[in-house]
């Protein structure tokens, strides 16, 4: 064999062998879910598997011997060539850049490219347009979240104000100190002073929710004999529901020395206030409200009952979200507005603990929670 059929031979081999690796590749990229390219030192298209081709619309044979500007935005292309020279001495490169699709739709991409033999780079790249969709959409979150705390400072500060300057009025007039009301107007004032009522702690409860979703609710904790609060306490809302012909009863079962909890007065009253004002929403004539202490080693047992329309086993986890209504079985008016108890379950969630309800629909509920007690020395 001469020197000259040698050399054809050996360029035969090389050749087969280049086949061999190129049919490789194309065995590893072709089932990848990324969109690969495969450039020649020139930049120019070798291979590109389906991914790729679907991703800008193109088939594989108009492409082949394409250069890679070609699917590329202009500064993409800057970046693939400042780094020609890093993936020639074998570094792998990585950035974000654009692809330009055969309609001319612009696709942002993350491209990480990889060196192979004869000079040629692998470039693997991942469509970004869903995780920019995803940043959009969270940054319009954002704003929309911003917006509603902006409103909610609105509602506080413009609302407040004169609702308090209201219930001050009303109150005057029903206690008489306006003069003389006929029965026809007292009761129209009446029930005008209950909804000021309702607006009022509808907007505290709007701003407290605010705080707890930012963060800066306030608690001022205080060493309280819990017993003596809540028979206070009981004293209290007996006194604003008595007209209501519905039994309502205070009961502390078991005695301990150990009376004290903890706690911010005024979200204990908070939270006891709107389970019992809860109950009486949901109780008919004639039925029945108990507010219970259980006094236990080492906590309080905190339970109101009542003999309500209940809950439904469907709804009682979805009643601790936000703005969540519970369907009514009674008239729409019935319907009752469930921010209070997301409120009501943070505070006690502040304090290691959680709000618990059980309930048999059409007879009764129960919505119970523990505190921890201070032990004497």
Known sequence: ????????????????????????????????????????????????????????????????????????????????????????????????????????????????????????????????????????SREELRQINQAKDEFISIVWHELRTPLTITDGYLSMILDGDMGEVNDIAFDAIKKVYSSNKWLIQMVNDMLDLSKIEMGILTYNDEFLDIVAESRNLYQDLFFVHKNKEIIFEFEVIGESWDTQVCIDRHRFRQVITNLVNNAFKFTEKWGKIDFKIIQKPDTFLFEVIDTGIGICQEEIDKIFYKFHQVESYFSRSNEWLWLWLSIISWIVHHYNSQIHIESELWKWSKFFFELKKIKSE
């Not at 020197?3 to 590893?28: A, F, G, M, P, V």
Request: include cysteine; proline fraction near 3%; charge should be negative.
């Open 1 to 136: 064999m001469d020197w000259h059929q040698k050399n054809i031979q050996d360029l035969s081999q090389e050749l087969e062998n280049t086949k061999q690796e190129l049919q490789k590749y194309k065995r590893i990229v072709e089932y990848m879910a990324e969109s690969i390219w495969i450039g020649d030192k020139d930049e120019k298209t070798v291979y590109a598997n389906p991914n790729f081709c679907e991703l800008l619309g193109y088939s594989l044979d108009e492409i082949i011997g394409w250069e890679s500007y070609k699917f590329r935005d202009e500064e993409s292309s800057k970046v693939v060539f400042s780094n020609n020279l890093l993936r020639k001495e074998g570094a792998a490169s990585k950035y974000e850049g654009v692809l330009r699709a055969k309609d001319g739709t612009l696709i942002p991409v993350f491209c990480s490219g990889t060196p192979i033999p004869w000079g040629w780079t692998v470039w693997i790249m991942t469509d970004l347009r869903q995780l920019k969709n995803l940043e959009k």
